[in-house]
């Protein structure tokens, strides 16, 4: 691993220094899961897509600068350093995208990805359905082949920014005789305006809808929106899992940032001795995380993948954010979580990270059996 980076990585990084310091909303932007909040995160990603800093790995045709994996680490060090919003967009840049540029075709990639980069066209990801979230191959929702496309029918859950979100992608059951659940899928994008969807959106612990369910009911959805080969959605999708648990859900950049963040409330409040072991460990973790990623990217480099180290990645980010948030919140005092603060806002946010992504207790038994070796257990 070569934490040595280039001069061209360190010029990116200051340029991104000097313009979200001149930027970044001097308060905090509201909630992003508000249809207020929505529609000012969505104005902040305009305003990055501007100036070519919404996406900065991505080609140039596309809204990116083109800048390469570690020059994008460095970006989000200092976009996080600098306390710039929360990215509504997060759903589509992270995971549809890289899909698009690994399966999707040049027509979908110059379609989709230039409305997606300028937030003009927010997207939602719809893969959990009522009985198929860690064991998504169960799904039941159906892709029915016709004319010019494809039909729709069923319910997705927990679809995250779908309240206000404009589109969706996600996978469907196209051939229910196939011989093995994970056979026979297809991955679909879709308009969540279209005759036939019904969004009902489901309030977090603070009533905010962070999530929504989706009703479909022979949702038209023409060919050009099947990301690579019907019956092969399921191989597809596993390549978007592995980026969601690995490098770009949560990047180190966000954690370092938060840790500093908590040195600076611990010393404010008077260095409370009773959980400097706990702070310390929070900058330990943000550290440890951060060296982590950086030896996955160099890997990733050099010509390797995203394997199931990722699900190492998952486990540790999980339950690192929560353990972070509720160090905070003891700083705060017993008013901490009814306090309207980022930390109380992202200790809710926090408590659902080992659900969403794949359930630790999934990710665990992909480490016991691929990584460890061990017998299949209680699958």
């Known amino acids: 691993m070569d934490l040595q980076h280039s001069p061209e990585d360190e010029a990116l990084r200051a340029e991104a220094r000097d313009w979200l310091a001149a930027h970044v909303p001097e308060r905090p932007l509201p909630s992003l899961e508000t249809r207020e909040g929505f529609a000012a995160h969505r104005a902040w990603e305009a305003r990055l897509h501007a ?37 509504v967009s997060q759903n589509g840049i992270n ?13 979908q990639r110059a379609r989709v990805l230039p409305p997606m980069a300028s937030g003009e066209v927010v997207w939602a990801q719809a893969w959990s359905e009522p009985e198929a979230g860690s064991d ?5 929702s159906r892709a029915v082949p016709t004319e010019g496309g494809w039909l729709l029918n069923g319910q997705k859950t927990w679809s995250s920014r779908a309240a206000f979100a404009d589109r969706a992608f996600g996978i ?4 229910p ?3 093995r659940p994970h056979q026979g899928l297809t991955y679909l994008m879709f308009d969540l305006s279209a005759p036939g969807v019904t969004v009902r959106p489901v309030g977090r612990l603070d009533g905010k809808p962070a999530f929504a369910e989706l009703f479909l009911d022979d949702v038209f959805v023409p060919d050009e929106d099947v990301i690579g080969e019907p019956g092969r959605g399921w191989r597809i999708a596993m390549s978007s899992t592995g980026n969601e648990r690995g490098l770009t859900l949560r990047s180190p950049g966000r954690f370092l940032a938060a840790a500093d963040r908590l040195v600076r409330q611990w010393r404010e409040g008077g260095e409370d001795r009773g959980v400097r072991d706990r702070v310390a460990d929070a900058v330990i973790g943000a550290r440890a995380y951060e060296l982590f990623t950086w030896a996955g990217a160099s890997r990733f480099a050099q010509g390797g993948s995203i394997g199931t180290e990722s699900s190492l990645n998952k486990v540790f980010w999980s339950q690192y954010d929560i353990a972070l948030h509720e160090t905070a919140l003891d700083l705060l005092g017993e008013d901490g979580e009814l306090s309207d603060t980022a930390w109380a806002e992202g200790h809710l946010f926090s408590l659902a990270g080992p659900i969403y992504a794949g359930t630790n207790e999934i990710q665990r038994d992909i480490i016991a059996e691929r990584l460890l070796g061990l017998p299949k257990g209680r699958r």
């Open 95 to 107: 995971l549809l995208a890289p899909t698009l540029f690994d399966h999707g075709t040049e027509e």
């Open 51 to 87: 100036d070519r800093w919404s996406v900065v790995s991505w080609p140039r045709e596309y809204g990116g600068r083109g800048a390469g994996l570690f020059a994008w680490l460095l970006f989000e060090q200092e976009y996080y350093a600098a306390g710039a919003p929360g990215r």
């Open 136 to 140: 998504l191959a169960s799904l039941r």
């Open 172 to 175: 469907f059951r196209s051939d």
């Open 177 to 179: 005789r196939a011989d």
